[in-house]
């Protein structure tokens, strides 16, 4: 990504990065699809009132993912092999021993997690099973995960795309065998998705292991050295706790929907899938600017990297513009296809309408934060969310409840509000870094 036109590196690395993220996604939109189709509006509720709760273990172990793309990407960039090869092998043992842990602390939570979001009896015991099982086979998504990140970072996103279609096509089939034919409900949504993750993870350790490149893995080299450590984790912890905090906090949130009913709570639910596609490209090209500044400032190319940012910015907005125009008109045949409900749909379309017109302002935040995370400054993007979608959004919620009373509308635009002020702060603190010194500053620092 050091040479060559911006635009079409940005869109050759996001494209299949897109691609990958909205299969992706379609391990739980397809989840939520099949059991709001064909087991009810209180299984629906289940299986999404549980992203949270996921995300939260999910995004602290991604921190390391996070991390370990900015190193790799960095050393790939300046052509360090030895770095890469550490980076690559630590990266990899810590996984094994965050797949353990994850799997135990996972399982432990499960109960106390849905109690604290006030989950209501008709969904509880659902949501339950649900979670009970995706814990138990989570080491395949934070292995797929972290063995992904290491092929993007060095720049192949198309490896990764081919895993993700395959195992979500067999998540789709898994999802309706179960369902269907041995009518396990909410049991088998899950049990086909953790067997499907395990697949994709099998993919990518194959195709690490028998790549020649400085970035293979070599199964007997594996080993954590502390220095290599301590960098990744100095860029991804700030990320993976800025990721976790927030899951945390958006549990809350949930219990303020959960206070409605569960119309709403499978309203809000279809909304979430529909949200979690459109803000795909958006994501795609977040990670391709976090790779591309990273490449750039481990080859001491400053504009360039900073023209990069310039693009993606501008890629990012016209794309997001586009797909909430696209999902505002077309919003309840959309949600149909999730529930067929009518007070489900009704609750759905509610909530796009209040809040896709302001998903332009998620681009600022997310690419200010993925440059900031290129060139290793995971600190800020980290406090500035935190306060954004953690503190700021709770004293919001409980101030407008408190002072104001129980209000849908005030609680939708919680979100929001927490986009619009996240990226104020993030465009200030990105004109403020580094790549806004002087070039020859740069280089003295560099």
């Not at 720049?155 to 993700?164: M, N, W």
């Not at 706790?241 to 709570?265: D, G, L, P, R």
């Not at 979430?272 to 500044?293: C, W």
Request: charged share 10%.
């Amino acid at each position: 990504m050091t040479n060559g036109a911006i635009w079409r590196h940005l869109l050759e690395f996001a494209i299949p990065m897109s691609l990958g993220l909205l299969f992706q996604q379609l391990y739980n939109a397809v989840d939520s699809v099949v059991v709001g189709q064909y087991v009810g509006k209180q299984a629906l509720a289940a299986v999404g009132s549980t992203g949270n709760i996921i995300n939260m273990l999910v995004g602290l172990c991604n921190g390391l993912s996070v991390g370990a793309g900015v190193i790799i990407s960095q050393r790939f960039g300046a052509k360090d092999n030895e770095k890469l090869h550490e980076a690559v092998h630590t990266t990899l043992s810590v996984t094994f021993l965050l797949c353990m842990i994850a799997t135990t602390v996972g399982m432990l939570i499960v109960t106390p997690m849905l109690k604290m979001m006030d989950t209501p009896e008709d969904v509880f015991e659902q949501a339950k099973t649900y979670l009970s099982i995706y814990f138990s086979g989570i080491s395949g998504l934070l292995l797929y995960n972290m063995g992904a990140g290491i092929l993007r970072a060095v720049g192949d996103s198309q490896r990764p795309l081919y895993f993700l279609a395959f195992s979500a096509g067999l998540n789709i089939a898994g999802d309706l065998v179960f369902v269907l034919v041995f009518d396990m409900g909410v049991a088998g949504v899950a049990l086909a998705t953790i067997l499907s993750q395990f697949c994709s993870a099998i993919l990518v350790l194959v195709v690490l292991t028998r790549t020649d490149a400085p970035y293979g893995i070599r199964w007997h080299c594996l080993h954590i050295k502390a220095d290599m450590l301590k960098s990744i984790l100095a860029v991804g912890m700030p990320a993976g706790i800025q990721q976790a905090v927030t899951s945390f906090s958006n549990v809350f949130v949930q219990s303020y929907i959960n206070a409605f009913e569960s119309a709403c709570m499978a309203g809000w639910t279809s909304y979430n899938k529909l949200d979690a596609f459109l803000l795909i490209p958006v994501q795609s090209i977040a990670m391709a600017s976090t790779t591309f500044v990273g490449q750039n400032y481990g080859a001491k190319k400053y504009t360039r990297a900073r023209d990069g940012v310039k693009e993606a910015l501008k890629l990012s907005a016209i794309i997001t513009a586009i797909l909430a125009v696209l999902v505002i008109i077309c919003k309840r045949p959309l949600l149909g296809l999730i529930s067929p409900e009518a007070d489900v749909i009704e609750f759905g379309a509610y909530f796009i309408t209040v809040i896709s017109p302001f998903y332009v302002m998620i681009c600022f935040n997310q690419i200010y934060a993925g440059a900031l995370r290129g060139i290793g400054n995971a600190k800020i993007p980290m406090v500035i969310m935190l306060f954004s979608f953690v503190l700021f959004r709770q004293t919001y919620l409980y101030l407008t409840h408190r002072f104001i009373g129980q209000s849908l509308l005030l609680t939708a635009l919680a979100y929001p509000a927490g986009w619009v002020l996240c990226s104020l702060l993030l465009t200030i603190c990105y004109r403020r870094s580094i790549l806004f010194k002087k070039q020859d500053e740069l280089s003295l620092t560099a």
